[in-house]
């Protein structure tokens, strides 16, 4: 006898419909997994084995073929068991197959019947509504995290044997209550825990403002992961949209147990990350760093001690919001939105800047320059210096809240939507050349300024654009629709001086 | 392509084929040289034949068959198609400071064109000179100097190192104002440091004893040391250590008779034990282009141009003096009741008309 079901293999961060294919015929007894599975799945034989015996079920003791088709897609881990056991029941008649045509299935099962917990829920659920599925068989600690798909019938059990009687027309077990020990607790880093550090948490208001990526240089222990932190507090609140897309890629890298995650992802790897690590990959791919900061900030701490090839992989997810890793036959596409901010230290002893204590000399300095710059810091639209905050600074009240920084921020934000309307721009980080020639206008005392850093090779014309899109976020948090000649000075003051530009200080046109 | 772009490289063979030859063998015994670095202007000043056999060794034989058949002509072509101009000691323009010098190069190698090379030559130069691993003070202090003696209509002579040499140049090069680069090795496009090379070819003058392709070693820094302080008619230590390279450049100009300047340090900074020396051995003192104008022509009789930054508003003025009192980064300013946004601006503004700099670190330092 022949029983078929869907459930949902995880690509990358996104579904694919498996269907479960489970042949029963006369023959010894043995019981094959075909269906390229990696090591997990074929181990899925001794389970599923197990757990039906110990659920009180016969496991038939004859020759059993399950097929996991398509069989050109790789699948992966132990999220099949719960499918393979339910085919199986149903190929011996144990349970009828017709019932089990609504249902998706997906989990790990215990030698003991019992359902595991499963990463990767919520994108099972989505690619079951959207196959058309009606209901969905989950384990009961994903009940919540698969529910947020509305339109489809959770069934959240914990047992084998629950699920199977569900199937044969017991009702479903309510839904476990949510547990709301995991939504906000009030610890969330703040920005009125700051002291000091007035303008770097200018420059985080300003980067949170206008989605710029923010370079952050000063001495080991003056505080910049602690100011990086503090960023996703005065982002603007995720969307249900985005929110979702966060909780269902966070879910299948198993990093996040249950219901909707609200506060915007911080990610902070260490500089030994490789390429693959940062933007995703390895076989099969997994979603990396970048994809994991999605919609959030991605936070590269000691930036010079990253690894030159890691860095260069972060060009395209920077430039295009998503990335493309081809592996073998296929191409996964995995989002990665984020915001970038950026920690070096200012020399490579990383005390410049304190006295007598650096004793870099200005090779070290270019040498040090060098690692840093490249394409990574053209993205970088402020860099500001954070200073060891003192005595006075410690005493001093909080320059600012989350809250009321956010308001703000959100208010710059929304005048941006309206103002980028019918672009492709979303906030004056992403403005292009073209865009900003468009939307940033500045006075005739603006421009002059400007012009002189330009021609005086300050700036690059690189640099230049830097500026504008930094003095058009300044103008928007102040509620100006003008650009003003403080915009661009203070933006001036937050630029990064790059290598280049360091250089050529004095007139380049005396080169032709 | 080169010969194109520097008319005067082809025109301005003016070196004699004995001059030429001399450059030839230097550039052949280069690895022999660095064995006797001390005594380096003495074996410079000996003739061909007793400098063969004093540095020769096994290869002497060869080399005196190859200097027998040396060709004149495919050196001069090799060196127009480098773009290189070329002088040599017999002719009667040949920089007259240069050849008070006993080991007086014997073919000046240059780029950026012989007459233009002449020229800057005759204008008073002063050597400004230093270490490579210059302070952002001794940076400033060297890019002041070149730009103001530059602008006074003096030749500032440097020698493209690193650190205080290329600020020099490029103070000097700032007010598009008269400078020379003396190179250790071969003067062309090969060297290090290109963007500066092309700045200078375009308008100053790079120099050098050796024909070009001649890699680097080390005895040819001394030996380039000599040239500088030979070529200038006063030498200017900006920053150096106690071994530094440019108190050799120090000990030159003093054997040349010509006057020694310094700036002063502080004591405690480690590029300032050479100038201290200096001073303290009877050296000049510099405190800025006015000084070494005073030196070379005598007191008052030149002034230097005055600061060519424009004038500052009261309120910039405030934030420069709390600046140089050591309110220098914009978190310390803010203190004094501005708010981020303004102090960013008003640093941003100062750094724009040139009278502060961003150091490593964050802090700004106001340029002299």
Not at chain 1, 271 to 298: D, F, Q, Y
Not at chain 2, 115 to 135: E, N, Y
């Amino acid at each position: 006898m022949l029983a078929r079901l869907p459930t949902f293999a995880i690509d990358g961060v996104h579904p694919r419909e498996v269907w479960v294919e489970v042949d029963i015929r006369s023959g010894l007894p043995a019981f094959t997994i075909v269906g390229l599975g990696d090591t997990a799945v074929r181990e899925s034989r001794d389970r599923v084995r197990a757990a039906i015996q110990n659920s009180g079920f016969e496991f038939p003791q004859t020759r059993i073929t399950a097929n996991l088709a398509p069989a050109f897609l790789r699948k992966v881990g132990p999220g099949f068991d719960a499918a393979l056991a339910l085919g199986v029941l149903a190929a011996s008649g144990q349970i009828s197959a017709n019932a089990l045509r609504t249902y998706a299935v997906f989990g790990e099962l215990s030698l003991s019947g019992e359902l595991r917990d499963s990463p990767g829920a919520l994108a099972v659920a989505e690619g079951a509504y959207r196959a058309g599925l009606r209901r969905l068989i989950v384990p009961r600690e994903r009940a919540h995290e698969a529910a947020l798909v509305g339109g489809l019938e959770i069934v959240a059990v914990s047992t084998l044997r629950a699920g199977a009687e569900v199937v044969m027309g017991a009702p479903a077990p309510v839904l476990p209550p949510e547990s709301s020990a995991a939504q906000d607790d009030g610890t969330d880093p703040d920005l009125a825990d700051v002291r000091g550090h007035r303008a770097p948490v200018l420059a985080i208001k300003i980067a949170a403002a206008g989605g710029h990526n923010l370079l952050l240089e000063g001495a080991p222990g003056t505080g910049k992961t602690m100011l990086a932190r503090r960023l996703p507090s005065i982002l603007p609140a995720m969307s249900r949209e985005e929110a979702v897309e966060v909780t269902r890629i966070h879910s299948v890298a198993g990093l996040h147990a249950n219901g909707l995650i609200t506060s915007r992802p911080f990610r902070a790897p260490h500089h030994t990350i490789s390429a693959a690590g940062l933007v995703g990959g390895g076989l099969p791919p997994r979603p990396g760093e970048a994809t994991l900061a999605n919609h959030g900030v991605l936070f590269l701490d000691e930036l010079s001690e990253f690894q030159r090839p890691s860095l260069e992989a972060l060009r395209q997810p920077l430039e295009d919001g998503c990335v493309t890793i081809v592996r073998g036959q296929h191409a996964l596409v995995l989002p990665t939105r984020f915001m970038l901010v950026a920690a070096a230290n200012p020399c490579p002893c990383g005390f410049a800047g304190g006295g007598d204590r650096c004793q870099c000399g200005e090779a070290d300095l270019r040498r040090h320059r060098r690692r840093l710059s490249g394409p990574l810091l053209d993205r970088m639209d402020l860099l500001v210096n954070v200073e060891r905050p003192d005595e006075h600074d410690l005493r001093s009240p909080p320059v600012t809240s989350s809250a009321k920084a956010r308001e703000r921020v959100a208010d710059a934000r929304e005048r941006q939507l309206a103002r980028l309307a019918g672009t492709r721009a979303r906030c004056n980080g992403e403005l292009d050349a073209r865009l900003l020639q468009r939307y940033v206008r500045l006075d005739t005392a603006a421009e002059r300024v400007l012009g002189r850093a330009y021609a005086g090779g300050t700036l690059s014309a690189r640099g230049r654009h830097r500026v504008l899109r930094v003095a058009r976020t300044l103008a928007d948090l102040e509620g100006r629709e003008r650009v003003l000649v403080e915009d661009v000075l203070t933006a001036l003051g937050l630029r990064q001086r790059s290598s280049g530009e360091t250089e050529g200080e004095w007139a380049r046109a005396a080169i032709p | 392509m080169g010969s194109r772009r520097h008319p005067v490289g082809v025109a301005g063979a003016r070196a004699c084929p004995g001059c030429l030859r001399r450059a030839w063998l230097l550039g052949a015994l280069s690895g022999h040289l660095d064995r006797i670095r001390p005594r380096l202007g003495q074996v410079l000043a000996l003739g061909d034949e007793e400098l063969l056999a004093a540095l020769g060794g096994r290869r002497r034989r060869r080399l005196e068959g190859e200097l027998a058949h040396f060709d004149a002509g495919a050196v001069r072509s090799c060196a127009a198609e480098a773009g290189v101009g070329l002088i040599c000691r017999c002719d009667p323009e040949y920089p007259r400071r240069l050849a008070c010098l006993e080991s007086a190069p014997a073919v000046l190698h240059v780029a950026g064109g012989v007459q233009r090379f002449l020229t800057l030559a005759a204008a008073d130069p002063v050597a400004i000179v230093g270490t490579r691993r210059a302070s952002p003070y001794g940076l400033d202090v060297a890019r002041s100097l070149g730009r103001g003696l530059a602008s006074a209509g003096l030749t500032v002579v440097s020698g493209m190192a690193l650190g205080i040499d290329s600020a020099a140049h490029r103070g000097a090069l700032s007010v598009d104002g008269p400078t020379i680069a003396v190179l250790p090795a071969g003067a062309d496009r090969s060297c290090a440091r290109r963007t500066l090379f092309r700045r200078l070819e375009v308008g100053g003058a790079a120099v050098s004893e050796l024909p070009p392709g001649v890699s680097v070693r080390r005895w040819m820094f001394p030996a380039r040391n000599r040239i500088i302080a030979a070529l200038a008619a006063m030498t200017v230590v900006v920053e150096a250590g106690e071994r530094s390279g440019a108190l050799i450049t120090a000990r030159f100009a003093r054997e040349l008779e010509r006057p020694v300047a310094a700036v002063p340090g502080r004591i405690s900074s480690p590029g300032a034990a050479g100038p201290n020396e200096l001073l303290a051995r009877g050296a000049r003192l510099v405190r800025g282009p006015q000084d070494v104008l005073d030196a070379v022509f005598g007191s008052g009789a030149r002034t230097a141009s005055p600061d060519p930054r424009p004038e500052l508003d009261p309120e910039l003025g405030r934030v420069l003096s709390a600046i140089a009192s050591g309110r220098d980064t914009p978190g310390l300013l803010g203190r004094g009741g501005f708010t981020a946004e303004r102090a960013l601006a008003a640093i941003a503004a100062l750094e724009l008309a040139g009278y502060v700099r961003r150091e490593p670190g964050g802090r700004f330092a106001v340029v002299p």
